[in-house]
């Protein structure tokens, strides 16, 4: 539970149909990470509110609450992993490794610990789960609600996790739950302000650490230099604002990023789109392996536009053939794959 809508509500579902409940929060901040700036988000010093939030919200529906100290496993699966990825001049996406070390897997172990059994594991996410009888496999599907789905973020959760899985919120739309929130008087629950961010401070320089801070060159294709910045890592594929690059007819996008040289490479907007691209480290969930090349759906960033595409498997990595194409797809990123509402899975997307 984060003190949030969405884990409250879920939890007095259960209650309501009759299960037995207990809130588990985590404890992720560290200090030595820096001051908080910005507020609503999911990691930062503003925890110790949440975690009010969430005993209290367990108070009001008569569940047991337990606060769970995750720091040092989120340190160095979450954190690391961020901190080593926008050092390669990659972009990373914190949530998808929390989802599937963090939150589906140390805290599930710290549970036991705590000397607490449990048939299921259910979160606040908006997305479902079934059990596919034919293919014997569990299968994720999108939310009820597609402004607010959030199977993206859960596409590497193996069967053993998705087993566990329990999502109340999948059939429900957000103003539903907000509306339940008001009837069941959680109505301050409704009206909290969501986790937007993944860092309070809106700064990354405390993760990735300020040393890295250096000057270098803003370049484009030809290799001119047309600007300077501050530190590569605040940049990522796509990006335009923060380039401050003056006295240019078009505006320039992020093309890439050269962190042997230190140097952010723009061009126009038309030459940040991609036909095509490769995947890496895949998780199936629809099958256990991808056998012959499929027709799909991509989503190359959380909350992005569904690509129609194939999927060509290769000795090596995972070939996707766009049918139109597709605008700053960042190595790094998460490219999650669908039929309908079905995840097929997804895998990250590797520079060609």
Sequence with gaps: MSGGVDSTVAAALLKQQGFEVVGA?????KKKYGPSVHKNACYGPGEKNDIIAAKKACKKLGIRHIVLNLAEEYEEY???YFKKEYLAGRTPNPCVVCNQKIKFGFLLEKI????????????????????????????????????????????????????????????????????????????????????????????????IGKSHNKKG?????????????????????????????????????VMGIDPCKNRVIVGTKESVFSNDFFVSHTNWIAFAKLEKKIDAQVMVRSNGELIDCQIIPQKKNIFIKLKKPCF?????????????????????????
């Design 25 to 29: 929060t985590m404890k992720l901040w």
């Design 78 to 80: 979450v954190l690391g």
């Design 112 to 207: 036991v610990e705590a000397g607490i059994s449990f048939d299921f594991f259910a979160t606040g996410h908006y997305a479902r789960v079934l059990f596919d009888t034919k293919k014997k496999r569990y299968i994720l599907f999108k939310g009820k609600d597609s402004t607010k789905d959030q199977s993206y973020f859960l596409y590497r959760l193996n069967q053993k996790q998705l087993k566990k899985a329990f999502f109340p919120l999948g059939e429900y739309n957000k103003k539903d739950i907000k509306q339940m929130a008001v009837k069941l008087g959680l109505g301050e629950y409704a009206e909290k302000d969501e986790s937007r961010d993944f860092a309070e401070s809106g700064d990354y320089s405390g993760i």
């Design 217 to 253: 060159d803003i370049v484009n294709e030809e290799g001119g230099v047309v600007g300077v910045h501050d530190g590569f890592y605040n940049f990522t594929v796509g990006q335009r604002k923060g380039l401050n690059i003056g006295g240019l007819h078009q505006p320039y996008y």
């Design 328 to 352: 700053a797809v960042a190595p790094g990123q998460s490219a999650v794959f669908y039929i309908d509402d079905m995840v097929l899975g997804g895998g990250i997307i590797e520079k060609k």
